[in-house]
């Protein structure tokens, strides 16, 4: 059954249309967004879909067989750290649009998604932007009409990310949902806001992602403590964000701070730099030159931002060994997926070679999806 049979079976009435946005995986230029970095992601074919119509109150009644259970809550009712739950994502959107001077009211919905949750594939920015997108045209308030509006409805879901579910994330994932383009990646500047479309040519290659099945989270405080290190740093170096340090001035500042808050501020300053050689270098047809900028990007996540667990690793280091030019973790850390640039030829080799050593040691095994850079969030029906 889809979103809108559901809506109706629960409703008695036809949904007023359906909604759909993408999840999304970064290639390079990981926790670079909150430092107003650099940041190469690409929407994925994965879509969470969302039926919906207009109630003549303040209530929002959501049900999805994904999170199994119906919510009912007023808008009116929301605000920081409620309500709970998927719920937040939701009504956070419609809180927040509110707040900005939006005329939003209640809502009927029906979700489903085929974003895996808990993947680090950006679940939750797609549900929100699926919200977003069908409360911009039911209450006719134009958000889908631009890029310009686009920034303003990714600037209200980033906002109940933030502020009602209390997911102190960058903005890097609802641009992504809201901007991007079918056939390209998304280079993201996080400091302006400014969007550039970089085709993807792989030239026999595909971008593998693995789902390693050990669960994400970033709302137990790793996230935000991280990000307080990279605040220190930039405070050590007298600028406002570590978007404006350079590998060269690296070894002043890592003389001012301590040993963590230091690794912590060599990742974000090379990783910037790791896009920007990514992006010359998909330009130039050098997938070499990606696959290594992938795998130091790893390196550099597991040993001085520390946000790797076993599960990532393993997915890396098997990849590689089965002939991908490259790969790393993907998302936020503390679990999730990976990302490999893979020959097409060896993408059953590689994820053979993920799956035997996972197996080996007694866990789950894996998923896998091909990525293809895909469409922004959009009214589907």
């Given at each position: 059954?889809?979103?809108?049979q559901?809506?109706?079976?629960?409703?008695g009435?036809?949904a007023e249309?359906?909604w759909?946005?993408?999840?999304?995986?970064?290639?390079?230029?990981?926790?670079?967004?909150?430092?107003?970095g650099?940041?190469?992601?690409?929407?994925?074919p994965?879509?969470?879909?969302?039926?919906?119509?207009?109630?003549?109150?303040?209530?929002?009644?959501?049900?999805?067989?994904?999170?199994?259970?119906?919510?009912?809550t007023?808008?009116?009712?929301?605000g920081?750290?409620?309500?709970?739950?998927?719920?937040?994502y939701?009504?956070?959107?419609?809180?927040?649009?509110?707040?900005?001077?939006?005329?939003?009211?209640?809502?009927?919905?029906?979700?489903?998604?085929?974003?895996?949750?808990?993947?680090?594939?950006?679940?939750?920015?797609a549900?929100?932007?699926?919200?977003?997108?069908?409360?911009?045209d039911?209450?006719?308030?134009?958000?889908?009409?631009s890029?310009?509006?686009?920034?303003?409805?990714?600037?209200?879901c980033?906002?109940?990310?933030?502020?009602?579910?209390?997911?102190?994330?960058?903005?890097?994932?609802?641009?992504?949902?809201?901007r991007?383009?079918?056939?390209?990646?998304?280079?993201?500047?996080?400091?302006?806001?400014?969007?550039e479309?970089?085709?993807?040519e792989?030239?026999?290659?595909?971008?593998?992602?693995?789902?390693?099945?050990?669960?994400?989270?970033?709302?137990?405080?790793?996230?935000?403590?991280?990000?307080?290190?990279?605040e220190?740093?930039?405070?050590?170096?007298g600028?406002?964000?570590?978007?404006?340090?350079?590998?060269?001035?690296?070894?002043?500042?890592?003389?001012?701070?301590?040993?963590?808050?230091?690794?912590?501020?060599?990742?974000?300053?090379?990783?910037?730099?790791?896009?920007?050689?990514v992006?010359?270098?998909?330009?130039?047809?050098?997938?070499?030159?990606?696959?290594?900028?992938?795998?130091?990007g790893?390196?550099?996540?597991?040993?001085?931002f520390?946000?790797?667990?076993p599960?990532?690793?393993?997915?890396?280091?098997?990849?590689v060994?089965?002939?991908?030019?490259?790969?790393?973790m993907t998302?936020?850390?503390?679990g999730?997926?990976?990302?490999?640039?893979v020959?097409?030829?060896?993408?059953?080799?590689?994820?053979?070679r993920?799956?035997e050593?996972?197996?080996s040691?007694g866990?789950?095994?894996?998923?896998?999806?091909?990525?293809?850079?895909s469409g922004?969030?959009?009214?589907?029906?």
């Open positions: 059954m889809d979103v809108a559901s809506l109706q079976q629960r409703t009435s036809p249309g359906v759909s946005a993408p999840g999304r995986v970064n290639l390079i230029g990981e926790h670079t967004d909150y430092n107003d650099l940041c190469l992601p690409m929407a994925l994965l879509r969470t879909r969302v039926a919906a119509s207009r109630r003549d109150d303040d209530l929002v009644v959501a049900s999805s067989e994904g999170f199994g259970r119906v919510v009912s007023s808008i009116g009712d929301v920081p750290g409620r309500p709970k739950g998927w719920a937040a939701v009504l956070g959107v419609l809180w927040a649009l509110r707040e900005a001077g939006h005329d939003v009211r209640g809502l009927e919905l029906s979700i489903d998604s085929d974003v895996p949750s808990g993947a680090g594939l950006s679940s939750s920015a549900l929100e932007c699926a919200v977003g997108a069908a409360a911009s039911l209450f006719d308030l134009g958000l889908l009409g890029d310009e509006r686009r920034v303003e409805l990714a600037a209200a980033v906002r109940a990310e933030n502020d009602v579910a209390m997911a102190a994330t960058g903005g890097m994932d609802q641009a992504v949902a809201l991007s383009r079918e056939g390209a990646l998304l280079l993201l500047d996080c400091q302006d806001g400014s969007v479309h970089v085709r993807a792989l030239d026999g290659h595909v971008v593998l992602v693995t789902d390693t099945r050990s669960p994400h989270q970033l709302v137990d405080g790793q996230y935000e403590a991280r990000r307080r290190d990279c220190a740093a930039a405070a050590a170096a600028v406002a964000s570590l978007r404006e340090v350079e590998p060269e001035d690296l070894p002043a500042l890592l003389g001012r701070v301590d040993e963590v808050v230091g690794r912590r501020a060599r990742h974000v300053v090379t990783e910037n730099a790791r896009v920007r050689l992006v010359d270098a998909l330009r130039s047809g050098d997938l070499d030159a990606v696959g290594a900028a992938l795998s130091a790893h390196a550099s996540l597991r040993d001085d520390e946000v790797t667990v599960h990532l690793d393993v997915a890396v280091e098997a990849a060994a089965a002939g991908a030019l490259g790969a790393r998302g936020g850390g503390f999730g997926s990976t990302v490999a640039l020959p097409s030829e060896l993408v059953e080799p590689v994820q053979a993920i799956r050593d996972y197996v040691r866990w789950e095994e894996p998923a896998f999806h091909v990525a293809t850079p922004p969030a959009t009214r589907e029906a």
